[in-house]
């Protein structure tokens, strides 16, 4: 057989052994992953930072319009029940109580003349010499002048009160947090002059993750100063806010303080602890976390497969390491805590263990 039949009787066996080598894919290799055991665990205690506030605080202000002339206290300072502490140009309202006692003597001086004349035309209607007419007129003249008296004295009181109003007095015992005006300044009535918060109640204001507002809504902390060496105080919550922070998504909570000493001044930054008891929480890395769609997923191994399923979960609190998982996990499932953005649906894995420190 010549050399160019036996190169043409070769090529389709060679051909045939090509097209047999492409469609044999090499098998895929298993991916790697780390993953964890999902056990509940009971956390650390929660420790909060706020500060001392006052329970109470009032907003006060002239009932007058006027001038300032006079404030004698500043933020900071302390104040006492009735003290004085701004004072209004009191000039026009000197001159409205001169002006209303003088109507006032002007209407008692009417109603004398009245009562006397009223007395005459009763001497006189009874003698014959004066008409019935006449003595009901007098009638009438001293129960005007009389009304004239009620008006002059109801005017006079007003134009004392008003006078009074020129004088603001603090309205029980505590700290002044803010001024709103200064001498020279012309305040209308009813204007925030300052802002006086009471010192006797105090509370210890603190901002939770929402999602531990169930769990704490009845806990009982204990509350110390950070800046100073004072005594701890035992706390209790009093109110939650209905709304968390559109931003940080954590809830205000004020505390009432027991008996707390006079080193717990307002605006004094404390600790917040927790004392009651915890529930056991499911955490995990945040590696672990994959959010589709506004949606949060894990990736649950089958051990005895090999593979890996996508498990869409509830999250509850989140923070920069980890996430409690709320639903979704179940103790003892095995989780893939790293490149979950590059799995798929039943991929085989080979399983490397992470150790949680």
Known sequence: MSMMLRSLLLVPVLMLAACNEETVA????????????AMPSVPQENEFTGTIEPRYTADLGFQVFGRIISRNVDIGDRVSKG?????????????????????????????????????????????GVSSASELDAAKQANETAEAGVSNAKAALQKAEEQ?????????????????????????????????????????????????????LRNASFVVTLQAFDAPPVNAKVREVSP??????????????????????????????????????VMSLPLSALL??????????????????????????????????VLEGVESGMRIVTAGVHALMQDQEVSIGEEKRS
């Open 243 to 280: 709304e968390a922070d559109s931003v940080t998504r954590t809830r205000r909570i004020r505390m009432t303080l027991d008996n707390p000493p006079d080193s717990y001044r307002l605006g004094s930054i404390i600790s917040a602890r927790s004392l009651d008891h915890q529930e056991a």
């Open 291 to 324: 959010e589709e769609d506004g949606k949060s997923f894990v990736w649950v191994v089958d051990e005895e497969h090999k593979t890996v399923r996508k498990q869409q979960i509830s999250i509850g609190q989140k923070t920069k390491d980890e996430f409690i």
């Open 163 to 215: 006078l009074g109003y020129t004088k603001l007095k603090a309205s029980f015992d505590g700290v002044v947090t803010a001024v709103e005006a200064q001498v020279g300044q012309v305040a209308d009535a009813g204007d925030t002059i300052m802002t006086v918060a009471r010192l006797d109640q105090r509370d210890a204001i603190v901002d939770i993750p929402e999602s531990l507002v169930g769990r």
């Open 26 to 37: 090499p098998k895929e290799i298993p991916r790697p992953v780390l993953s964890i055991i």
């Open 83 to 127: 003290e004085l502490i701004a004072l209004l140009d009191p000039k026009i309202y000197e001159f409205a109580v001169n002006e209303a006692k003088a109507s006032l003597s002007s209407a008692q001086a009417q109603l004398t003349n009245a009562k006397a004349s009223e007395l005459r035309f009763k001497a006189l209607s009874k003698s």
